[in-house]
Each structure stands twice: as C-alpha cells, then as structure tokens.
C-alpha cells in the first residue's frame, strides 16, 4: 500500500515538471590531487519549471580522469556520455589495452547542481582560449557553483529560457559579470489580487508583463475607459446626487463637448480619445510694469519695496522690455529683493569669478581625459545637439557662425559643472535662450538661469 503511495506521489510530482530546457555535453573541471593530474565530468543541464517555480539543474554523467604524461597529448577533448564515448583522437587517456577507465556517475553526485532562479543573484560568462564558452553561477547566499563548460556551444540559447524568468542586466564594473534583479512576481501577484485592477487572473496577467512588458501596458491602457465606468460608476459608493451625470451614463453614450472616441483603423484594439479645445478666453491684461513704477519700488539703498504688489503687477501686464534685464534678476533668484546696490555690486564680482572658473575647469581637460570621462562626454554631445537646433528664426540666433550660439553652448557645459549630477537634459537650452536674449550678457544669463532651475529642477530628474 505504502508502495502505491509513494508510486502515486512520483507520477504526480513528475506530470507536474515542465522541461523547458535541455542539454548535453556541458562539463565541469577539476583539478586532482596531484598537479598532473586533471579531472572532467560531463552531465547534463536542464530548466525545469514545477508550478510557478523554474529550476536549473545540472546531473553529472560519466566521469573520465586523464593524467598528463611527459609525452605531449593531443589538445582535442574527448567526449564522454552515460550512453558511450567518442574519442576524437586514439591518444587520449586510454590504458594500456586501450580501454578508458571510467568511473560510475555515483562517484560525481556531490557535484550536482540545483537551485530556483529566485535565488539566482548573479553568473558570469567567460570564454577560454580553446573556444567554447563556461558559465558561472552564484546565488544569493553567497554559494558559488563550480564553472559549467559548453564544449560544443548552447550557451546563448540557455541565456535566452532563462532571461524569459528573470530580469538580468550587465554589470558596468565587469564586462563579464551579468546581475539578476530581485524577484518580485509573487509580490506583483498579490498586489493585482488585493487591488482587483482587472478581470484576467493576477498570474496570467503577471506572466504578460514579464514576457512582453511593452504590449501588456499598451493593452492596459487601452482598457481604462470601461475599467473608470466598472470600478468607480457601477459601485456607487457615493450618494446619487453626489455623483456627476457623467459618470452614470453608459460609456457608449458619453457626451461631453469636444469629446469623442473613435476606433483606430490600423489598430482596431485600441480606441482614439479626440479632443476639440474650445476656443480661448477673452483675457484683458493691465499695463506691463514700467521704468517709473520700477523706480517707485527701490528704496534709496537700493532695497526692492512692497514686493508682493510687485509680483502681482508683473503677474497681471509683464514686465516693459526696456527694464526686463533688471527685474529679471530679482525674479529669477540672482538677485535678492533685500539687497543694497553695495551689496549686488560685489556679489556680481565675485559671481563673476565663478562662472570663469567653473568654465575653465570643462575648457581646460585634454582630449585624453574627456576620453575617460564618459558622463561629461554624454553632456557634451547632448549640449552640441541642442543648441545647434535653436531657433535661427529669431535675430539674436540668426546665422550659421552666430556668435551667441557658442555664448549658449558655453552656458549650457558650464552648467553642468556647477551641478554635474544633473548636468544637461533636453529643453533646458529652450529655457536658457529666452534669458540669454534679455540679458545679452553670458554671466548674468548663466546665474539667472541657475536661479531658475533651483525651482523647476524637479521636471527635469529622470
């Protein structure tokens, strides 16, 4: 009876095994005890996938050990299997009768290797001078298998199944070196199941995203018309009269001006929300801020007064263009509203000899060292890409030797060094070519700028 059990328990356990992977001919080398003295044993690797689980395993086969004579073998290996050998060359490591001796392949089950990729935290993959390739792989707990070498070849292929299970990425320190990412699927799982987002079960859904993450997101956002009217309309949680007429009509019989959704013909899956702006409001604007109410502001040190009602000024009718340069200042951060004119004096010195410095220290690297600095070299060619696309429409950039397109590159690299850790990302030239036409001065241009991006800089991390 016991036996029938157990009998049962094996067939269940081995329909429930999907061999997803397999291969012959992979080696693991040792050295033997003595220093002449090699030891080469074949097996055979294999995915296999048990529920939600994948495993890479590798059994060892047939083990053949070949001790190196005073008399030169031949380099060419010889293959050993569990069903037979075949022996490139007749030198090998026969005996005396010509026989090989073999060993049993319970000698080599100390050697087998088994783990779920879950627990995979890196491999590394080599080549050796022979020509084939060997993998390495180390787990999360620190254990390090013995390298397992692809005599003839498969090592991409293997790459391919096991990169379809785990998220893996090169290392930037070791070319050879590949890192695998933390394993979040069960996690995923069950946030799709307490969230209840979608109909589809969370492990298919989960399975899509990890197999063709770009075509189950574009999928998902196909469906969020009919996911807002079942999951926020259908379930009333709010009172009736709270409710937006919207929102209780049938999607099919939304109307809202300007608003249609219409089929896309060359992808029927999706749908195209159109949208019709109506036309703009009718804003009257009061008088830009002028020279005289300028002057009103300014104290006889120097110190800006009542800047509240300034803004509000300047916010409602702008500012005229002939005092722009100045206000710009204090509005951008460069200047402070509480300063004297004393004080702004020797501010602007000593801003001023900062900005040459920070420019000298990118002017001055040679060619060799922008060779090793890869980060400044991304700016750099980011920054020449920007600038030569500036608007040539517009008179101060007009031409194609335009002297304020090199003021503009300059600003731009030398911004990067004043704050290198986000150094330069596209738009910011569009914002630094507005201030550079009001200030007309490469200086001021560069640390009203600065100013600006203290307080837009969140739109611009990545």
């Not at 070319?175 to 069950?190: D, I, R, S």
């Not at 309309?233 to 109307?255: C, G, K, S, W, Y």
């Not at 194609?400 to 030398?414: E, F, G, R, W």
């Amino acid at each position: 009876m016991a036996e029938k059990e157990e009998h049962n328990t094996s067939d269940t356990i081995e329909a429930d095994v999907e061999l997803l992977y397999e291969q012959g001919g992979v080696y693991v080398h040792r050295n033997g005890s003595n220093r002449n003295e090699d030891s080469v044993t074949v097996g055979l690797i294999s995915v296999n996938k048990m529920r939600n689980d994948v495993f890479v395993e590798w059994q060892p086969g047939i083990q053949t050990d070949c001790s190196t004579s005073e008399h030169k073998t031949d380099p060419d290996w010889t293959q050993v299997s569990t069903v037979g050998y075949n022996s490139h060359k007749t030198n090998g490591c026969n005996s005396a009768d010509g026989t090989v001796e073999l060993k049993p392949p319970d000698t080599n089950r100390h050697l087998q290797i088994s783990f779920d990729v879950k627990e995979l935290k890196s491999y590394k993959l080599s080549k050796k001078k022979e020509g084939w390739e060997h993998i390495t792989f180390i787990q999360r707990d620190g254990t390090t298998h013995p390298p397992l070498h692809f005599h003839a070849g498969g090592v991409p292929r293997f790459i391919d199944v096991l990169r379809q299970y785990v998220s893996v990425i090169r290392s930037c320190r070791d070319k050879h070196l590949y890192l695998v990412g933390e394993h979040e699927v069960n996690a995923l799982k069950k946030s799709f199941n307490e969230l209840q987002l979608f109909r589809e079960q969370s492990t298919r859904l989960v399975n899509d995203v990890y197999r063709d993450p770009y075509s189950a997101t574009l999928t998902g956002f196909a469906k969020v018309r009919n996911y807002l009217w079942e999951n926020m309309v259908m379930q009333e949680t709010r009172p009736r009269e709270e409710i937006a007429d919207i929102l209780l009509t049938d999607p099919e019989n939304i109307f809202v001006p300007g608003l249609s959704f219409r089929k896309d013909d060359d992808e029927p899956e999706f749908e195209l929300i159109c949208c019709e702006l109506p036309s703009r409001p009718n804003v009257k604007r009061s008088e830009p801020l002028s020279h005289l109410e300028w002057n009103s502001h300014i104290d006889i040190d120097g110190r800006i007064t009542n800047v509240d009602g300034l803004k509000e000024k300047i916010f409602k009718g702008g500012v005229c263009p002939a005092i722009r340069n100045e206000v710009w200042k204090f509005l951008l951060g460069y200047f402070d509203y509480n300063s004297t004119s004393k004080e702004r004096t020797e501010l602007r010195k000593k801003k001023l000899d900062d900005y040459f410095r920070m420019k000298l220290q990118w002017k001055s690297l040679s060619q060799d060292q922008e060779s090793s600095f890869s980060t400044f070299r991304d700016y750099k060619s980011l920054v020449e890409k920007d600038t030569d696309r500036t608007d040539r429409t517009y008179p101060f950039y007009q031409g194609d030797d335009n002297p304020n397109i090199s003021v503009l590159y300059d600003v731009l690299m030398t911004y990067c060094m004043f704050n290198f850790d986000l150094g330069y990302v596209q738009g910011m030239s569009d914002l630094l070519a507005v201030i550079l036409v009001v200030m007309e001065n490469e200086v001021d241009a560069f640390w009203c700028f600065v100013g600006l991006m203290e307080r837009v800089v969140s739109f611009f991390r990545l």
